[in-house]
């Protein structure tokens, strides 16, 4: 940095606040660090005091932190159409989603950036839906200014992919089965299909179809076969999901030749979860067994994994077991999912 004569300021970056105090009225920052003087600034400057100045000094190889942040920002978006950014204030910029979708984030290369140290990316978790207009990230350099030469390094650890995605949801017809033979004879009431049908109604869904076929597993696997036949991008089933001899519905899920991802979720309220993958038609159809506590509490694993089913983010069998470090709901009085841990 260096100093110069205020009335000769206009154009240059300051380098510290400027602070204005007027007595009993006021006392607080004039002029932030990395604001550019303007010709108006100058006589405020000089009312409180400041006859000279510093301001950064531009050198070759040094960029200012507004220089930066943009290049912190391209490597968080790319080129992406789904995202855009806030204005530059004092070398930050917020990522802000443009539609709802799952934000999906490459961990690695947020490691990579965060661990070289005077920049930061700050985001909140992925695989969670978000919605548009949602903050996904902030993200500053820490001094005043930086070497290009750590910003051109930053760009090599995130790779040529922006850091940041949202994978949009995207319209599915839904084919319910409901087993059991308690709800097939008219024993008990079907309490769990309306909770179902109102979580779908979150996301952009058409259910096209309910079967009853009771504890009969091939019965069970001829209509998963069948609304697969339909057409249905999704496939539910609700009940007999523990490991009960009469609990038929994982038999007859895999009697379809589906291939199954997990039969078991690190998860509470949750953990009878099966997911499966079908194939029909040249599609693969997400097939959900879905555990008897969907029915009665308010988050489960099911909340944790139907956006991604909806955006087409296939599961794999290492991100459910990952799950289990914040995989256990608290029951919190006040549900704020998804801003908790539940799932992170």
């Known amino acids: 940095m260096k100093e110069i004569r205020t009335e000769d300021a206009a154009g240059h970056i300051l380098c510290h606040d400027i602070t204005q105090i007027i007595k009993d009225e006021k006392k607080g920052v004039l002029f932030k660090k990395g604001h550019v003087v303007k010709e108006e600034d100058i006589p405020l400057l ?6 000279h100045l510093f301001v950064w000094e531009k050198k070759e ?22 995202v855009h950014g806030t204005d530059i204030k004092e070398g930050k ?3 802000i989603s443009k539609l709802d979708g799952v934000l999906k984030i490459r961990k690695d290369a947020l490691v990579a950036i965060n661990s070289l140290g005077e920049m930061m990316i ?9 919605k ?3 903050k996904l990230a902030g993200t500053r350099i820490i001094p005043l200014v930086i070497e290009k030469e750590k910003m051109d390094a930053a760009e090599k650890a995130a790779g040529e992919q922006p850091v940041f995605d949202i994978l949009p949801y995207h319209r599915k017809k839904v084919g319910i089965v409901t087993t059991g033979s308690e709800i097939k004879k008219g024993l008990i009431k079907d309490t769990f299909t309306p909770v179902l049908r109102e979580k779908l109604a979150e996301y952009p869904t058409e259910i096209i179809g309910q079967v009853m076929p009771g504890d009969d597993k091939e019965q069970i696997t001829a209509e998963i076969l069948s609304f697969a036949e339909a057409g249905a991008d999704l496939i539910v089933c609700t009940g007999g999901m523990s490991v009960d001899p009469d609990d038929r519905t994982p038999g007859g899920i895999r009697d379809t030749g589906a291939f199954i991802v997990t039969y078991g979720a690190p998860v509470l309220p949750g953990a009878m979860l099966l997911i499966a993958y079908l194939s029909c ?6 097939v959900l067994g879905l555990p008897g506590c969907v029915m009665y509490a308010k988050r489960t694993v099911f909340d944790l994994i139907l956006p991604r089913v909806m955006a087409d983010d296939e599961i794999k069998a290492e991100e459910i077991a990952s799950l289990g470090e914040g995989g256990l709901c608290l029951n919190c009085p006040v549900c704020t999912f998804p801003n908790c841990g539940f799932g992170k």
């Open 46 to 51: 000089l009312s409180v005091g400041k006859e």
């Open 93 to 95: 910029i917020e990522v």
């Open 61 to 82: 190889g040094i960029l200012h932190e507004n220089e930066a942040a943009e290049i912190l920002y391209k490597i968080c978006a790319g080129d992406s159409d789904k």
């Open 132 to 134: 548009k207009g949602d």
């Open 122 to 130: 700050a985001s909140r978790h992925g695989n969670f839906p978000v």
């Open 281 to 286: 038609k040249g599609r693969r159809i997400p």
